[in-house]
């Protein structure tokens, strides 16, 4: 059909000008150039389907509670793991050179709040999460706050957390990305990410302002980990002395001679 009309336009009457020559020929073009676009977008039988993953993060009805949930198109039973993460960054100079061999990026270093996993259903997925933790005090704190002493480090968190949503894969994605090829899926390219040493996830995120609990004020004493705060009970308290004396007797009670049970064996 393209090849047919522009033969047509070649053959125009030679006394049409050369300014309206071409003018037949670029309105056929610009007519066909939408068909050609289209053409490319249609999405061929048996082509795998993108995923998508959509997220939403609300407040909870529980204190310091938030509530992730989302949409996708990925199978039934897909697990994923939600997780809400809050970076910081450190105060002085003797704090970065602690931080220079152990974290990288050296400038930052991020704590994760909580997190949860959870499974695809009819493609939705919801997780719950409570970043602050019950104080021996009654107030809610999070859990770098009431670790900092043992830390030995004076951070500065960041007045925003980021709420990730994961893939969740064992041990690559390699095997993942098999799994959703033979379900007729592939994960697009700006969810995938690779880290420093290589390895390669999927996740989207993010980000909503929310400032650290009870900021400027000393956090109480962190309960033991063990028998919820009571620590080990096997640990026994030694009793007190008894305030009364008791002696012995100097001559036997009785004169009946003892009886049988009364003899060690």
């Not at 990288?104 to 695809?120: H, K, N, R, W």
């Not at 009819?122 to 933790?133: F, P």
């Not at 005090?137 to 900092?148: A, I, S």
């Not at 969810?191 to 004020?217: C, D, F, H, K, W």
Request: glycine share 6%; hydrophobic share 35%.
């Amino acid at each position: 059909m393209c090849d047919r009309l522009l033969q047509l336009c070649l053959r125009l009457p030679a006394q049409n000008s050369a300014k309206w020559r071409w003018l037949p020929c670029l309105l056929v073009i610009t007519s066909l150039l939408p068909l050609t676009i289209g053409c490319r977008t249609l999405t061929l039988p048996g082509q795998p389907q993108e995923v998508s993953l959509q997220m939403a993060v609300e407040s909870g009805s529980k204190r310091s509670g938030y509530t992730v949930s989302g949409t996708t198109n990925l199978p039934d039973n897909t697990p994923i793991t939600v997780a809400a993460i809050r970076y910081f960054y450190p105060t002085s100079s003797s704090d970065l050179a602690s931080l220079q061999s152990t974290v990288d990026p050296p400038s930052s270093t991020f704590e994760v709040l909580d997190y949860a996993s959870t499974t695809v259903a009819e493609g939705k997925w919801q997780a719950e999460l409570m970043l602050q933790q019950p104080g021996t005090d009654g107030k809610g704190w999070e859990e770098w706050q009431m670790q900092q002493p043992k830390l030995g480090l004076t951070l500065k968190p960041a007045e925003t957390v980021s709420f990730v949503t994961m893939l969740t894969a064992e041990d690559q994605l390699t095997p993942l990305e098999q799994q959703l090829a033979e379900e007729g899926f592939r994960l697009p390219r700006g969810i995938v990410r690779t880290t420093a040493e290589g390895q390669r996830y999927a996740e989207v995120s993010q980000t909503i302002a929310l400032t650290a609990p009870n900021l400027g004020q000393p956090a109480p004493a962190a309960l033991e980990p063990e028998n919820y705060g009571w620590g080990d009970r096997y640990v026994l308290v030694k009793e007190p002395q008894n305030p009364t004396r008791l002696e012995r007797p100097d001559q036997p009670q009785t004169n009946a001679p003892p009886t049988s049970l009364e003899f060690l064996r």
